[in-house]
């Protein structure tokens, strides 16, 4: 099993930035990928990044490339979703998820491919 804990959400501005992080315990040697997802009322978990256990290589959507950067502390077991140039509509429920499964970037983009689970951090952008 593997423990995550997100932090860092809150409240700012448009055109500001935030870091969140996730931290992992447990049974962290199964993780291969750790991914971050969004969520606003009524719609599906959006994925917005993820980022290769070992080795660190990260994969981005179009939405937020440029703009949201993935980075992991592996002597912390942490990876960080580091969100610059904040827009209103960036505001949801962020979440990090990780898997123990090794495939491509399609695969990891899916919440459903993510066995493991935070419990969310509120991220709130004011225009």
């Known amino acids: 099993q593997v423990q995550l804990v997100e932090s860092g959400g809150g409240l700012v501005q448009a055109g500001g930035s935030l870091r969140l992080s996730c931290a992992a315990s447990?049974?962290?040697?199964?993780?291969?990928?750790m991914g971050w997802f969004r969520q606003t009322p009524g719609k599906e978990r959006e994925f917005v990044g993820g980022i290769r256990w070992s080795g660190g290589s990260t994969y981005y959507p179009d939405s937020v490339k440029g703009r949201f950067t993935i980075s992991r502390d592996n002597t912390k077991n942490t990876v960080y979703l580091q969100m610059n140039s904040l827009k209103p509509e960036d505001t949801a429920v962020y979440y990090c998820?990780?898997?123990?499964?090794?495939?491509?970037?399609?695969?990891?983009?899916?919440?459903?491919?993510?066995?493991?689970w935070g419990q969310g951090t509120q991220v709130t952008v004011s225009s």
């Open positions: 447990g049974s962290i040697f199964s993780i291969n990928y």
């Open positions: 998820a990780a898997t123990p499964d090794y495939s491509g970037s399609y695969f990891y983009s899916r919440a459903i491919s993510y066995a493991y």
